[in-house]
T-cell receptor, first 117, second 112 residues
Framework: GAVVSQHPSRVICKSGTSVKIECRSL??????MFWYRQFPKQSLMLMATSNEGSKATYEQGVEKDKFLINHASLTLSTLTVTSAHPEDSSFYIC?????????????FGSGTQLSVL | KNQVEQSPQSLIILEGKNCTLQ??????????LRWYKQDTGRGPVSLTIMTFSENTKSNGRYTATLDADTKQSSLHITASQLSDSASYIC???????????FGKGTMLLVSP
């Protein structure tokens, strides 16, 4: 089956630093990648949608200058949390979509737990 | 506004028992409905994906049903195991749109 690799799985950083999270589709080309944020015992909240080679589309309330998304190739998207603060601590998950037939296959990464001290 | 409501919010069952989780949605026009299993601290894993024309789909001990007329879906887990303890998320896709609408999930705990 298709695999989406997300790294790192866990990161602890100091307040004010930037953190980069990578999302790779290992055995398929992802036309679209999604980034989510999840707080404890809450559902996934979509942050942004990115298509290869174009600017990401951010959901309302998500600061595009704080959460930088780069989708440079069909197999790699990165999310950079700039000048991280403790309130940015959360579980971040990516997903990649492989268009097939009418039902778009969607595969999730294993998530990144970010803790900002 | 597209919405997905799941019930119950949480559920505790004894190992070996069956259970059914519910999902009601208002997403329109409907494209497909997916059920995911998410272990704590992990990404969601797909269980089933159903289109408008499909009424039921099974994946091992998991059976999903869909009633597109009433906009309801259920996920039935048979002979539960301890490893079934997880959050189960219902996700609905609208035709022609790239975004998905997520339910808040049902937290299932299977007790020995």
């Amino acid at each position: 089956g298709a695999v989406v690799s997300q790294h790192p799985s866990r990161v602890i950083c100091k307040s004010g630093t930037s953190v980069k999270i990578e999302c790779r589709s290992l055995d398929f080309q992802a036309t679209t990648m999604f980034w989510y944020r999840q707080f404890p015992k809450q559902s996934l909240m979509l942050m942004a949608t990115s298509n290869e080679g174009s600017k990401a589309t951010y959901e309302q309330g998500v600061e595009k200058d704080k959460f930088l998304i780069n989708h440079a190739s069909l197999t790699l998207s990165t999310l950079t949390v700039t000048s991280a603060h403790p309130e940015d601590s959360s579980f971040y998950i990516c997903s990649a979509r492989r268009a097939r037939d009418h039902n778009e296959k969607l595969f999730f990464g294993s998530g990144t737990q970010l803790s900002v001290l | 506004k597209n919405q997905v409501e799941q019930s119950p919010q949480s559920l505790i069952i004894l190992e070996g028992k069956n259970c059914t989780l519910q999902c009601n949605y208002t997403v329109s026009p409907f494209s497909n409905l997916r059920w995911y299993k998410q272990d704590t601290g992990r990404g969601p894993v797909s269980l089933t994906i159903m289109t408008f024309s499909e009424n039921t789909k099974s994946n091992g001990r998991y059976t999903a049903t869909l009633d597109a007329d009433t906009k309801q879906s259920s996920l039935h887990i048979t002979a539960s195991q301890l490893s079934d303890s997880a959050s189960y998320i219902c996700v609905v896709s609208a035709r022609g749109y790239s975004t998905l609408t997520f339910g808040k999930g049902t937290m299932l705990l299977v007790s020995p």
